[in-house]
C-alpha cells in the first residue's frame, strides 16, 4: 500500500539548492527540448485550441521554466510561479528579457497573491501528482477564483497498464517504487468540481500506455 502523502516534506524538497541543480538531469533527460516536454507542450496545445481572448497565463508551479520560452513564444503574457525560490531563479533566466514575461514570484497554491479573475489561463503541470488529494480542491478553488475562465491540469489516471505492471512488479522486488494516488475519473471529477470547475476537455497521452492526462476545465460560473 502507497505511503501518504507528506505535503509539507514534499514542499520543502522541492525548495532545496542541491535538488534544484539536479532537476532538469534527472526527471527531463535532453534537457527543456526532450520528447517528454515537447508531448507535453502538444497536449496543453491540444487542451487550449479555438480558446479565445487568452492573454495573461500563470505556469505554477513553473519549476525551473520548463515551458516558459513554449508559453512566450506562443504568443501569451506569461507570470511565472512556484513555491520554490532556486527554481524561480532558473525560470527567471530563461524567460528573462522576453517582453511578454511579466514576471515570477514566490507563492503557494492554497493561497494565490492574485484578485479575482485577473487572469485568462492557469496552467499547472507536473504538480498535483505531489498533492494529497484532501488539498486538491482548495487547490482548484485557489485556480477557480483567480481565472477569469480556464484552467489546465496535469494528472495521472488509473487507466494505465504501466501503472498495473508496476504493481506486478512489485509483488517480486521491494525496490520497485508504486506511484502515490493516481485518479479514478469519479474521483477527478468530483474534486474538480469541489474546487468550482469543470471538465470541458481531455487529451490522453497514449492510452492505454500511458497514465498521463491533460484536463481543460472552466469555472462552473463563469
Known sequence: MNQPIDWEAKKRHYQREDVVEKYNQVRFKGGF????????????LRATTGLEGI???LDLPCGTGRFTRQILDHGWKLVNGDISLPMLRSAREVGGGHAAHL??????????????AS????ISIRFLMHVPREVRPRIFAEFARVTRRYVVLDVRHKYCLNTWFKHVRRLF?????LPE???????LEDDIRAGGL?????VWNWPPFSEKLVLLCEKAQP
Do not use: C, Q
Not at 527540448?33 to 496543453?44: E, L, P, Q, V, Y
Open 173 to 177: 522486488s521491494r525496490k520497485v517504487k
Open 181 to 187: 494516488h493516481r485518479y479514478n475519473m469519479a474521483e
Open 119 to 122: 487572469l485568462d489561463l492557469v
Open 55 to 57: 492573454r495573461r497565463v
Open 198 to 202: 469543470r471538465i470541458v476537455r481531455k
Open 103 to 116: 514576471g515570477s514570484a514566490r507563492m503557494d497554491a492554497e493561497r494565490l497573491p492574485f484578485a479575482d
Open 33 to 44: 527540448a526532450g520528447r517528454t516536454t515537447r508531448n507535453k507542450w502538444r497536449m496543453i
